[in-house]
């Protein structure tokens, strides 16, 4: 009985050792299939490669970013060409221009008389710009002629240009070049005559904040 008991014991001893060989034979074959496969995708042709698939995939990326990044900036300058279209259908000096809300444009005596008026009445210094359109000593002298009117709120600034039909209106001022300035004080009158020029604009400035002041 004893060695019928003993005989089963090392059949069992056996089965188990056979069955670990098995699974240890099956990791190491599959083990080696995995290394086999990893073998063989590394010698693939490079068009299949894992690395230029990924290199691929950032240049792709690369690429779209770039074509956003000239998208952007094609609809900016669109943007900013229909901005600068806009104020050129509006003209220089047309009338949706921008300016300060303390800018105004006279064209004929009667405009230029109400606006020293209004400055008289509410105490407040004229200073006011005679130019032409076709002068270019004019248009460089607007846009600082501007920027002094948006720092200078309590003064009235006045635009006068020369036409067809108000060429008296500078010949009777005495206005025999342009551009040329005129600063209305509220309580004196007529205070300063001068041309204008970029090289004496700072000269101007100092005039008008001491009438202003």
Known sequence: M???????????????RTIQ???LIGILMATSSAFNALDTVRHLPRPYSTALFYRDAADVYKENATDQNTSKASDFKQRMRSIVKQRQSAGRYGK???????FKTAVSLQEYANVIEEGRRSKRTVVVKFHATWCKKCQSLRPIFMKMAAMNPETIFLD???????ANLHKGLGIESVPFAHVYHPERGLVEE?????????EFTDLVEKHSS
């Open 2 to 16: 004893r060695n019928h008991t003993n005989t089963h014991q090392v059949a069992r001893n056996i089965y188990r």
């Open 21 to 23: 060989k098995c699974i």
């Open 96 to 102: 949706n221009a921008w300016r300060p809300e303390n």
């Open 160 to 166: 006068v240009p020369v036409t067809e039909s108000n």
């Open 194 to 202: 001068t041309k204008l020029s970029r090289e004496t604009f700072s």
